[in-house]
């Protein structure tokens, strides 16, 4: 991996955590989840008409992939509607790559190196070391995260697939938010037509930041795919949970001790693991 890409990642998991961020503080975490990736969707049917249509071959891939978020951005509004995001975040962000990295052997036939693996698991020690210590009225809301986690290692491993036979991952990617956000905004209208109106009116801005920050993190994530493994993009955008971490202490004011800051070290540590394999 060189270090070109490193940083890109970097830069992607820093937009992902910022994304969700303004789900959790948005008030409705659920309604601000449909109205940000409706705001994604609304980017990619702007910029869809300048880049070339993926090919045929990626076209079953798009939709898996389309379905697959819609059960990951309605499982985020749920568990941000009952669990802290210091805590939600690292377990859905967490536990994926190493479903990633056991799956993506098999199905993508990756051959991961000895130092890969190594910083792999030191990233996912430290993602789940944040997780403990759980309260007993936290259960559901762990649920719902660890759900997740199984639905993200999913659209990863469907994503890394497909991505890599469109022949354009920009296009890709802004396919999968268009066919995302539209039946999540549909949806919306009409089952809470005039709230949706109003809170999208009144939220329209921080939505339209979210939105910007979701495609362009997955747009780099995806990208990445095409220059180096699958579970090693997946893992270091688990770096996300440092920066999301941090945001959710400063912004969201939720209380990080010193456990969940080692456990983020941890995880840099990993990060610094795979960027030297």
């Not at 270091?236 to 440092?242: M, N, S, V, Y």
């Amino acid at each position: 991996m060189g270090l070109s890409v490193f940083l890109i990642i970097l830069m992607a998991a820093a937009l992902h955590a910022t994304w969700n961020v303004i789900v959790k503080g948005g008030g409705d975490s659920a309604m601000m989840t449909i109205t940000v990736t409706g705001a994604a969707a609304l980017i990619a049917a702007v910029a869809l008409p300048f880049l070339p249509a993926p090919h045929r071959q990626s076209w079953p891939l798009i939709a898996s992939s389309a379905i697959l978020s819609i059960c990951y951005y309605v499982l985020v509004g749920q568990t941000y509607k009952i669990a802290d995001m210091s805590r939600a975040y690292p377990l859905m962000r967490g536990t994926a790559p190493l479903i990633v990295a056991l799956a993506s052997t098999v199905i993508l036939s990756d051959r991961l190196v000895v130092g890969a693996w190594c910083g792999v698991a030191v990233i996912c020690a430290g993602v789940l070391a944040m997780t403990g210590g759980r309260k007993p009225d936290q259960a559901a809301g762990t649920r719902l995260a660890l759900l997740n986690a199984c639905v993200i290692a999913s659209y990863t491993l469907v994503d890394g697939a497909g991505v890599r036979q469109a022949g354009n991952a920009a296009s890709y990617t802004l396919w999968i938010f268009l066919l995302t956000g539209v039946p999540l905004v549909a949806w919306a209208l009409a089952r809470r037509g005039f709230a949706f109106r109003v809170f999208a009116r009144t939220n329209w801005r921080l939505a339209g930041f979210g939105g910007a920050g979701m495609v362009t993190s997955y747009g780099l994530a995806l990208w990445a795919m095409t220059a180096t493994s699958v579970a090693m993009v997946a893992a270091l955008r688990e770096t996300a949970i440092i920066f999301g971490t941090s945001i959710s202490a400063l912004v969201l004011k939720e209380r990080v001790d010193r456990r969940r800051m080692i456990a983020a070290l941890v995880i840099a540590v990993g990060a610094i693991i795979l960027r030297a394999s």
